[in-house]
């Protein structure tokens, strides 16, 4: 049960720090953002996320996580911040939603960049990219391919999304060794202190960031063996960003987008002219994101399992609260996640065409597409 002091508390313990930066603002390394009750040029406003408060050193102002929250646009009163909040952050929705005109207003203008992944090693992760492009063709590469296709990728949507195979886990790694210092390699994620990281992926999914690769992951052929498993993340960095990302960047108002599970349903959907991200799994999911969609219209497109019917229960709230709209496509039964769906569609089962074309190819603009 949630009584209103405990909601108060949780809501005092969210990280100061995360709602700063979920209200637009700048966090330098000092915690410091410019002071959201006084107006000033440098920034004097003291983040102390240990104890989920904040003090001007310009005005003199403290408070809590709920005080800052305040602050947004021409100011909400406690109680509102209290409702924006607990919807926010906690799922919870006093009976019809009542989101104040005031939040609705973006609170990040549009130049700012949201919170960005570090794109530190993007150098090392591209070099590796086009290394494994250029690779002889290799019994793997050929293995890759034909799982991809079997998946029912075509040869452009695979390039599109820059996708490529380790060719020779050796070869790869003495040209990485031999290229980067280990420390580097380490802190990258492709190795750890006992050697590379895609030993057994040789399927390497780049996620794009301003046309900057910042993370990767790497999958199997097939299915895993018995004590394996599908995906392999960078040692210590499980994606910081969405699969498709810089996709928001191209889209007119009012465009449809889907948000999927995984990096294969956003490229099935790509595939068949729609618009997709995917965000992989729910805890993944940064509610700063949300405001990414602002504008558009939002298509949860999540697996038929009940994991995904939970996670549209979890995200719906946070995009209610920017009054962003989302609808929920359902697959059809017999199709756990959406690249299923297009497998099917792809071969000789009829009858799905229509559940595609219905609303997949709608009115969606993009300004040019970025090839990887
Ligand atoms: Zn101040």
């Not at 009584?3 to 209200?23: F, G, N, P, W, Y």
């Not at 408070?63 to 947004?72: E, N, R």
Request: positive net charge; charged residues 20%.
């Amino acid at each position: 049960m949630f009584t209103e002091d405990r909601i108060l508390e949780d809501l005092k313990a969210l990280d100061i720090v995360q709602i700063a930066i979920d209200l637009g603002r700048q966090v330098n390394r000092q915690n410091l953002i410019h002071c959201t009750f006084h107006n000033e040029k440098t920034p004097s406003l003291k983040l102390y996320p240990k104890d989920g408060r904040f003090k001007c050193f310009g005005c003199g102002k403290t408070g809590s996580t709920i005080d800052l929250y305040t602050s947004v646009g021409n100011g909400l009163s406690f109680s509102e911040a209290v409702r924006e909040m607990k919807s926010r952050y906690l799922g919870i929705v006093d009976g019809q939603p009542r989101i104040t005109q005031r939040i609705a207003k973006p609170v990040i203008t549009k130049n700012e960049k949201p919170t960005v992944p570090s794109e530190q090693f993007s150098p090392i992760y591209s070099s590796l990219q086009a290394f494994c492009k250029q690779y002889q063709a290799t019994d793997i590469k050929r293995q890759a391919l034909t799982y991809l296709t079997g998946r029912a990728f075509s040869l452009e949507t695979i390039r599109h999304f820059g996708l490529f195979v380790i060719p020779d886990v050796k070869a790869t790694a003495s040209f990485l060794t031999s290229t980067y210092s280990r420390t580097d390699l380490e802190a990258s994620g492709l190795f750890s202190p006992k050697g590379f990281m895609f030993f057994q992926h040789p399927i390497v999914i780049p996620y794009y960031f301003n046309n900057q690769i910042v993370n990767l992951q790497a999958r199997c052929i097939g299915n895993p063996s018995t004590n394996g498993w599908k995906y392999q993340y960078l040692r210590e960095r499980t994606p910081s960003t969405m699969f498709n990302i810089d996709v928001l960047q191209n889209l007119a108002p009012g465009s449809k987008i889907y948000l999927t599970e995984g990096a294969f349903d956003t490229m099935a959907i790509t595939q068949k002219g729609g618009v997709a991200v995917s965000i992989n799994s729910v805890t993944l999911f940064k509610p700063e994101w949300v405001k990414l969609f602002r504008g558009l219209k939002v298509c949860f497109f999540l697996d038929s399992d009940g994991a995904g019917q939970e996670a549209v229960k979890k995200l719906a709230p946070l995009f209610l609260a920017e009054r962003i709209s989302a609808s929920t496509k359902t697959l059809p039964t017999d199709c756990k996640d959406v690249n299923e769906w297009l497998i099917k569609w792809s071969g000789q089962v009829n009858g799905y065409p229509a559940y595609w074309d219905q609303d997949l190819n709608n009115n969606n603009k993009t300004n040019g597409t970025n090839t990887h």
